[in-house]
């Protein structure tokens, strides 16, 4: 089934079919999901919902403990992952076309974005596009103005865009072949314009869900619930502990004159023979607390596969690169999980983009499209000098080339630049030299 026969078939060939796409029942209960995971990442915790109750004949307002761990446990899984660039693989003159595209549109600060979006929703949407300069870039679209448009097939047939600003709304209507953008200014809805669409629907980018291959799943959902407990128990420990602070005097026996002076630190009373006077306050069980906090925080690293260490939970000294390694070993399982996800939109996208490179005469073949392909390099603790002496060893084996070399290197930021000055130094790729300029990076 295409855009056009599902039109004709749900809305009857209706004009503004897609107004009530938009807005359908699915769709507006997922775009409520996204708008609460944003509350809560903004710090609008279940806990701020307790309520105030009476403690000694007084209204009390209950201690609010809000731990926003959760940005900080997806700011590391998105860092662990594009914190180095996604390089381009393939066809040397491919590759070339790709990175020229590739810095001119910005891609490498939208990849973060994308993760970034992708794990907070488990949707996000991306339209690439020829701007006004002639440069090929993109548009990210986020899961709640986004609404792809699915056939029976699970492939994607159309793509609507839903927006409100200053209490218009807007819409943009994406097929294979045009893109209209629609609103309702004025009271009545019209279309304010129509062009041609070079690159097609957008790409999806879609998390992993058991229930649905063209909606993914938030990762937030994994771990709201522990957070929420974490904040109840030290909350109300607080709680506990300020009230515990006001010990209750207890007198056994006969009090023979007077009262407590209740405005005089210090001051005395007179018992009876026999008569005891003490003050009495109950106990906290820290050790329960801290067992049970503990493994709270333990089930938050472990389900959301964050390593320890990286949350300053364990100490390491002296500890070996390799050591180091298996400590993120976790982090490395979720950092390929999450770049299952993204590859499969670069791929697209990247498709995409050699369909635009056409229109402006650059023909990329089949041939050299088979050849390509993005590598991850994950944020991992590593040993610079033990990765330049290795590459050294490679390179005086004649087993690594000089480009391949500087794309390694920790030390190189543009290997295109640093490739184009040793040509300019007249360099012939002399092994002595390399491994003598090596030696002194080391």
Request: proline share 2%; glycine share 8%.
């Amino acid at each position: 089934m295409n855009l056009e026969k599902y039109i004709k078939v749900k809305y009857k060939n209706k004009t503004g079919w897609f107004v009530e796409e938009a807005t359908s029942f699915h769709n507006t209960s997922r775009v409520l999901d996204v708008q609460n995971k944003k509350d809560y990442l903004e710090g609008h915790h279940n806990i701020l919902n307790r309520p105030a109750y009476q403690y000694n004949g007084q209204l009390v307002e209950p201690r609010k403990i809000v731990l926003n761990m959760a940005k900080t446990i997806l700011s590391f899984q998105t860092q662990f992952l594009l914190k180095n660039p996604v390089q381009i693989t393939g066809k040397e003159k491919m590759v070339e076309e790709f990175q020229v595209v590739n810095k001119l549109g910005k891609f490498n600060e939208k990849n973060i974005a994308i993760l970034d979006k992708l794990l907070k929703f488990g949707n996000v949407y991306e339209y690439i596009y020829i701007d006004k300069k002639g440069y090929i870039t993109s548009k990210i679209i986020n899961s709640d103005e986004g609404f792809p448009v699915y056939n029976q097939h699970n492939e994607m047939i159309g793509f609507i865009e839903h927006y409100v600003f200053d209490g218009i709304s807007y819409y943009v209507v994406y097929d294979d072949e045009k893109v209209q953008e629609w609103t309702n200014e004025g009271g009545s809805l019209q279309m304010t314009s129509q062009f041609a669409n070079l690159s097609g629907l957008p790409v999806a980018y879609v998390s992993t869900n058991e229930h649905s291959e063209t909606e993914g799943r938030s990762q937030l959902d994994d771990f709201i619930g522990i957070l929420d407990n974490m904040e109840d128990l030290i909350s109300k420990t607080v709680d506990g502990l300020y009230k515990m602070i006001n010990p209750v005097p207890v007198i056994s026996g006969q009090q023979l004159k007077g009262s407590i002076p209740q405005h005089i630190v210090g001051g005395g009373i007179q018992l009876d023979d026999g008569g005891t006077f003490s003050f009495e306050s109950a106990t906290i069980d820290a050790k329960a607390f801290d067992i049970l906090y503990t493994q709270l925080y333990q089930s938050l690293l472990d389900i959301s596969m964050t390593p320890s260490v990286s949350m300053g939970r364990a100490e390491i000294s002296n500890v070996s690169e390799q050591s180091v390694r298996l400590l993120f070993s976790l982090a490395s399982v979720k950092g390929g999980m999450n770049e299952q996800c993204l590859r499969k939109g670069f791929y697209e996208r990247w498709d995409k983009i050699r369909g635009l490179l056409s229109y402006k005469g650059v023909s990329i073949n089949d041939k050299a499209w088979s050849t390509f392909d993005v590598m991850f390099t994950y944020d991992l603790p590593s040993n610079d000098a033990e990765l330049i002496s290795n590459m050294k060893e490679m390179r005086a084996m004649g087993g690594l080339s000089m480009e391949s070399m500087l794309e390694l290197s920790p030390l190189t930021s543009d290997v295109g630049q640093e490739m184009e000055r040793l040509n300019n130094e007249g360099n012939k790729v002399d092994v002595a030299q390399v491994q003598r300029e090596l030696d002194v990076n080391s």
